[in-house]
């Protein structure tokens, strides 16, 4: 694995609104998920630095945050499913994340979901725009580190058959651990060839 593609990428921009919203020059991988979901720790393991905040409280990340590489942009999407205190602030985190993503701006989606936990109805909102708008998507499985082999092997079969109801356009689901690095490489490997094919 070329790390390498890695070692340069840096906070570029953070917006709080859709036209903030830095040029699109690049191939742009968006993480998606429930906040606490795990997508910072994902984003510390993929770059191997920490480079994104993480915290133990829902729906601390309520901007999108742009990273960008030579070849690449991942953008990282507040977290869905929490609720916030102002409604001036929930009005304008919802019209954030619609804009966004109703812009089919991102080439590719890493859709994360909790491997503690069944689909949430924001879940599955979430699977099925995707699937609808057929923006590319994967399926990546946080925390895995937390279940037993026997534990995650049913999880994995009950969300997969969870989201076969919804759709089955999506490219393939990951177990991951930022923890213990399972996967991490995998996860490497999967945006240096999107970036690559999208060019």
Do not use: W
């Not at 890695?6 to 570029?12: A, K, P």
């Not at 994967?138 to 058959?161: A, G, P």
Request: charged fraction near 25%; charge should be positive.
């Amino acid at each position: 694995m070329k790390e390498k593609e890695f070692e340069n990428i840096f906070l570029e921009k953070s917006i709080g609104e859709i036209n903030q919203i830095p040029a699109k020059t690049l191939t742009e991988i968006a993480l998606s998920g429930r906040s606490n979901v795990g997508k910072s720790s994902l984003l510390n393991s993929i770059i191997s630095k920490k480079i994104a905040y993480t915290s133990k409280n829902a729906g601390k990340t309520i901007l999108i945050n742009f990273y960008k590489a030579k070849n690449f942009r991942i953008a990282d999407v507040p977290g869905y499913g929490f609720s916030l205190k102002s409604r001036n602030e929930k009005t304008r985190f919802n019209k954030l994340t619609d804009e966004y993503f109703n812009s089919k701006r991102p080439d590719c989606v890493l859709q994360l979901i909790d491997s503690r936990h069944d689909l949430h109805d924001n879940d599955k909102q979430m699977i099925n725009f995707l699937s609808e708008t057929k923006i590319k998507f994967y399926i990546i499985l946080t925390k895995v580190d937390k279940l037993s082999n026997s534990q995650y092997e049913q999880f994995y079969l009950n969300l997969k058959s969870q989201i076969s109801i919804i759709s089955q356009n999506y490219s393939e689901i990951i177990g991951v651990s930022a923890k213990t690095g399972l996967n991490i490489n995998k996860i490497r490997s999967l945006i240096i060839s999107e970036a690559k094919n999208s060019r």
